[in-house]
């Protein structure tokens, strides 16, 4: 099933203006089939709305009056079935318990609001989509608006958008991954954007539902990547588009079909993946595997010789993981050493650093949430807590070594500023890169550590024994 989405921040319409009705009309005319996937800007909806009822199209109030328009003719059901069953079938489900902190299924109004849009013809499909969004509380639209004007910044709030769409982390990450890699990267443009609309959408379908480790997880860490590179501006424009599109999209799909448990319960449970992959990184080896059959459309529309280099990168990506957290701060910092000692800098820019700058920030991405605002980062570490508790009743269960924290018996202050400390000089480390800008993601940190140091006894609800 395919999606149609469009995250729209509309202008005044020049209602008077007829090149925009004739352009208008071509690319409606331009429509394959009525499941073709086009995103039109709110003044062109505005116009098609006024030409449908034969009245001139109303002003918008101006000054950046933002319409969050989603627009699909078959929005009965949030995803291609097939995905995410697939990968389950394939990689085997997550024997973790539903989530009950963020939910995957569509709320009742989103239902109601998918049924009109179902119920109605093609062109007004698009109609009643943006009928649709109005539909949605004014309050709640307001804040989806607001928070996604900001998804180039670092302190983006993402649980704003979550709770505009109140806790459906596949329509809010939809919209987040919309905003970043449609709207302000501008790929949109690009020929092979309804391709890659059905890929980020597989991809995100693809993710499991268990508490930390969802699609919101994969649209938070790319928001982040766009963000890093937003604070690390020659870098950013030193990096070709391909090179840009394809890291995003590594940080969507670092994660997929993720089961919420870690490598080494996999192993020692014998769990399938841990035997397709001879108990070698099954999840990194799993997530680069789906990621790339997912990509697989897409790829095939680049040239041979790009498609051979973007799938290299991608599994370069994916496999810059937590197990070689040490092993790529002692390189960096070895590289960085060097540079001095020969008097010069290690230049994100330079071609051949690309690469290896782009494993440390999504790195850094993947690991980024104590260098977030508190609010932010408070939430993330919840569900993460509870992924990591949910574990350790499956480890009790089954007489395994306890590896992961034990709900009631944390000293969760303890625990984050280990994690901090993990973390710290990755950031610490890439700030030195010359062209890479982390003050802000250390400030956070810091930031971060000192109220786990001043209140230590803020601890998570239900931590305690
Ligand atoms: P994974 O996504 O495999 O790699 C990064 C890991 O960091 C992630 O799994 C979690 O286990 C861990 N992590 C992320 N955020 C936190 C946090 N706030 N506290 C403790 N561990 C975390």
Known sequence: ??????????????????????????????????DAQIALTADELRLLKAEMR???????????????????SDLEEDHDAKTADAVVDAYGASPLKPNPLAKRRPSPDLLQLRKAVQDAGPLHDLISERQLSSSVPKERRRTLETALSCVGEWGFDVWAVADAFQGDTLLAARAIVDAVVFEARGFRAASTSHLLRQVVAKMLASYQDVPYHNCLHGADVLQAMHALLNLSPSFDDAL????????????????VGHPGLTNNFLVE????????????????NMHAAVALNLAKPYLR????????????LWIGLLLATMKEHSHQIYELERALSKATERGSTYEACAPAHHVPCLKIFIHACDVSNPAKPWAVYRRWTSLVMEEFWRQAELERERGLPLTVPRRGATDLAKFQLGFISFVRPLFAAADRIA?????????????????????????EEGTRE
Not at 277 to 284: G, I, K
């Open 1 to 34: 099933m395919e999606y149609l989405y469009g995250l729209l921040f509309g202008t005044e319409p020049d209602t008077t203006d007829v090149d925009a009705r004739h352009a208008l009309h071509a690319k409606l005319d331009a429509l394959p089939d009525r």
């Open 54 to 72: 034969g009245t001139p199209p109303k002003r918008q109030h101006g000054g950046g009056d933002e319409l969050f328009v989603r627009m699909r």
């Open 240 to 255: 070709d588009d391909d090179v840009v599109l394809v890291t995003l999209l590594a940080c969507l799909s670092h994660d």
């Open 269 to 284: 449970t014998g769990h399938e993946l841990a035997i397709r992959y001879n108990d070698a990184s099954p999840l990194e």
């Open 301 to 312: 529309t680049r040239p041979p010789e790009e498609q051979k280099g973007a799938r290299a």
């Open 435 to 459: 062209g890479v800008e982390m003050g802000l993601p250390l400030r956070h940190i810091d930031a971060t550590a000192r109220r786990w140091q001043e209140e230590p006894s803020r601890v």
